[in-house]
């Protein structure tokens, strides 16, 4: 038995299980018994349907018939008690199937129901509003004959098995049948909407995204004209205020559609391979995305002077666009001619103010066919303030919510289930952190220091992976493709980055890591860090296998640096840093 017991603690938690003088005692609570999640679902969806929104009543019924495994506790038929909530139940499950197809027929889907009413009128046919609602499914789909056939089906089968004429609302449906009542008839919607979802995480909008990015009209109308003026346009700002989107969606897709050429680029850690794309005489608007990489992501001097002198002269002969984090501006302003390039054309771009931000929620969602429940706009608007790089976890935020939506509504409900802003990005690495088997958790450890460091100033910097070097067998594989579904990370066939440095802020495992031992993950990233084709050598496989094992041997029992000071007693470890 006490092996059995553990057994169920390793697998429900240990805290589910209470052991008493008499033996053991299951604690679930709440929406962790299916019968009572089923009720309060049920009670929510009629709720719903009353106050007018028949899509969420249907979405949040459905989801509660979808707890049903067969008959409730069937195991207990013999004891009396069980056989009593047993029928309570099923009359519940019964009600629920009703007032689902109810809820659906009023949102004007009976083309979706219409087989499903036959089916639960042929289940229980005694039930008269099963036959109402069959009744009407054939109204409302153009087949009022069919309907009057039903209705007297039903008539008839209630006088032979009971002896009873139809009840008043069987009558009163057939008189409206008679006399086609415009009520019968339920405005139809859309069975597409809301199939998309019309947030992109924390992945930036691009230019192929550009009809779905909002709330930046103003700025791109002021940086186009800048950019007209003085051939250059600077645009700088703190991580996370939605820089590469304004650049790529905005204006580099406004131009375009202008019929402008546009090339863009970013440096990452190789910036003289990026020179190659730059046009050879001077046809296209140059966007340079990201550009602080040339400093924050290599060391190589000349390689950046190259790099930051190319772009300089190119200014010359076509407009060029650039993108910097503010924090980064002055490690490029030693390059004094690229310095004063940008200082012609510096565009501050801040945090979007109240109505941009509602524009940016609603625009999207307003596209795609959704509907935001009303205060919904109001908590994020709330949420994101005093954020520094707001904008990516409110899209990661949305689109968290978006899976949790109810029929075509998103509701603040869903986004309180997210953990608001940071939290969203948070608990998505967190689940997928404890989802994985305890064996596989060093292996996203090891992933994620390769993909991003702590800068001087103690701010993330994320860098760019060749794919090779992170997938050398099944298991990486695997991970890497577990992330890039969880859209923590951005991968094609060569490249594996971070998509975006806030993860590194919002979720503190990650935080920690970084925190636990700087000069041994900064020495993993340099091994790591875009090899040219064929470099993954024996040698480096070799150096970066004794990089972590000497990384290990600095840390304590948990995962967590234990660095001894002069005194020699180690310092206690990071607190959110225990588990790696």
């Given amino acids: 038995m006490p092996g059995c017991i553990m057994r169920l603690r390793r697998t429900l938690g240990s805290d589910v299980i209470e052991t008493t003088p008499h033996g053991y005692r299951l604690t679930l609570v709440g929406d962790e018994i299916d019968a009572q999640r089923f009720e309060r679902l049920v009670k929510r969806g009629r709720q719903l349907l009353t106050l007018g929104e028949p899509e969420r009543a249907a979405h949040v019924i459905a989801e509660a018939l979808d707890l049903w495994r067969g008959r409730a506790l069937v195991d207990l038929e013999d004891w009396e008690p069980a056989r009593i909530e047993s029928s309570?139940?099923?009359?519940?499950?019964?009600?629920?199937?009703?007032?689902?197809?109810?809820?659906?027929?009023?949102?004007?889907?009976?083309?979706?129901?219409?087989?499903?009413?036959?089916?639960?009128?042929?289940?229980?046919?005694?039930?008269?509003?099963?036959?109402?609602?069959l009744a009407l499914a054939q109204y409302q789909g153009g087949r009022q004959g069919e309907a009057l056939r039903t209705l007297h089906r039903a008539r008839t089968v209630l006088a032979t098995e009971l002896g009873l004429d139809p009840g008043p609302d069987l009558v009163a449906l057939e008189q409206a049948n008679l006399r086609q009542d415009p009520a019968l008839v339920a405005e139809a919607v859309s069975v597409e909407a809301g199939a998309r979802c019309p947030y992109l995480g924390l992945v930036p909008y691009d230019v192929a995204d550009a009809e779905g990015f909002f709330g930046r009209d103003a700025e791109v109308g002021e940086c186009l004209p800048r950019l007209a003026a003085t051939g250059v346009l600077a645009v700088v700002g703190p991580s996370g205020c939605g820089k590469s989107s304004l650049v790529r969606a905005g204006i580099a897709a406004t131009l375009r559609r202008d019929g402008r050429r546009v090339v863009i680029v970013s440096p990452g850690t190789r910036p003289l391979d990026a020179l190659a794309a730059l046009p050879a005489n001077g046809d296209a608007v140059l966007v340079v995305d990201q550009c602080e990489q040339v400093v924050s992501s290599n060391d190589d001097a000349m390689g950046q002077s190259r790099f930051l002198a190319a772009v300089t002269e190119y200014a010359g002969q076509a407009p060029v666009v650039v993108a910097v984090r503010a924090d980064r501006l002055s490690d490029l302003s030693v390059h004094a001619p690229f310095a004063r390039m940008v200082e012609r054309g510096v565009y501050l771009l801040g945090p979007m103010d109240c109505a941009n931000l509602c524009a940016a929620i609603e625009g999207p969602a307003h596209q795609a066919g959704l509907l935001l429940e009303p205060g919904l706009v109001d908590v994020l608007a709330r949420d994101v303030e005093g954020e520094p790089g707001a904008l990516p976890l409110l899209s990661y935020a949305l689109r968290q919510t978006w899976e949790r939506h109810e029929g075509r509504t998103l509701t603040v409900a869903g986004y309180r289930e997210t953990g608001g802003i940071r939290e969203a990005v948070a608990r998505s690495a967190e689940g997928l952190y404890e989802q994985l088997p305890l064996e596989r958790r060093p292996l996203l450890r090891d992933v994620l220091l390769r993909l991003v460091a702590a800068g001087p100033d103690g701010e993330p910097i994320r860098g760019r992976v060749a794919r090779g070097s992170l997938t050398a067998d099944r298991d990486h594989d695997q991970l890497i493709e577990q992330l890039v579904a969880a859209r923590l990370v951005i991968s094609d066939d060569e490249v594996v980055e971070l998509a975006h440095e806030a993860l590194a802020r919002a979720w503190p495992r990650l935080r920690g890591w970084l925190d636990d031992d700087v000069e041994g993950q900064r020495t993993l990233r340099h091994l790591s860090t875009e090899p040219r084709p064929g470099s993954g050598s024996h040698r480096e496989r070799r150096l970066t296998s004794r990089t972590r094992r000497s990384t290990r041997r600095r840390r304590g029992p948990y995962g967590a640096a234990c660095r001894a000071p002069s005194g020699g007693a180690p310092r206690r470890a990071r607190a959110g840093a225990g588990r790696g």
């Fill in 88 to 133: 309570r139940l099923q009359e519940l499950r019964l009600d629920a199937e009703e007032t689902r197809i109810d809820a659906c027929l009023q949102a004007g889907g009976h083309r979706e129901v219409l087989a499903e009413a036959q089916a639960r009128a042929t289940e229980a046919p005694l039930r008269e509003r099963r036959w109402a609602l």
